[in-house]
């Protein structure tokens, strides 16, 4: 248990959590985005994550149609992977593919135009939405080179490295 979430109550540490999950978020450009193939394999890509206040919803640029977007609709288990600051988050959620013009126009910037030759108006975007179900947050404390000590000690004491919280938070 962290520090930080001591003497809380449960929901007031499920709400800590949560605002945790959101701050590693919200420091985050790139995810690495897993999607279920035809065949049951898993495919990974990094995508730019599309910010704004973490509400429990998570969105990327994506072309539609693309062997993406028929994943998502074919099976809509999605997992994201980030790390952010020496934090590593992975979340759990059901994805969707959407072409809403409110949400685009939001989340357009220079950085998906050169994605799109057709600019916001291409028919081929669209924005990967991701509803968060839940998430795991690995906070390392240590600096890397502590880390990399702790990992050694661990190796030659065939102990565990003490290395950060794990953190389970449902949405």
Not at 39 to 48: N, Q
Not at 60 to 89: C, M, W
């Amino acid at each position: 248990m962290s520090e930080t979430t001591e003497g809380l109550n449960p929901d007031e540490r499920a709400e800590a959590d949560r605002q945790a999950v959101a701050e590693v978020i919200e420091k985050a450009h790139i995810a690495i985005v897993t999607t279920v193939d035809e065949d049951g394999s898993l495919v990974s890509r990094p995508l730019g994550l599309q910010q704004r206040d973490f509400d429990g919803d998570l969105y990327f640029f994506t072309p539609d149609p693309s062997d993406k977007s028929v994943q998502v609709r074919r099976n809509p288990q999605v997992n994201i992977a980030i790390e952010s600051h020496g934090n590593y988050l992975s979340v759990a959620g059901t994805g969707t593919i959407t072409k809403d013009q409110a949400l685009i126009d939001e989340f357009w910037n220079r950085h998906v135009e050169a994605w799109f030759d057709g600019g916001r108006d291409d028919p081929a975007v669209a924005l990967l939405k991701v509803q968060a179900r839940s998430a795991e947050l690995q906070s390392v404390e240590s600096p890397r080179v502590v880390a990399a000590v702790k990992y050694a000690k661990a190796a030659v004491t065939k102990g565990h490295p003490e290395l950060g919280d794990t953190t389970r938070v449902e949405f």
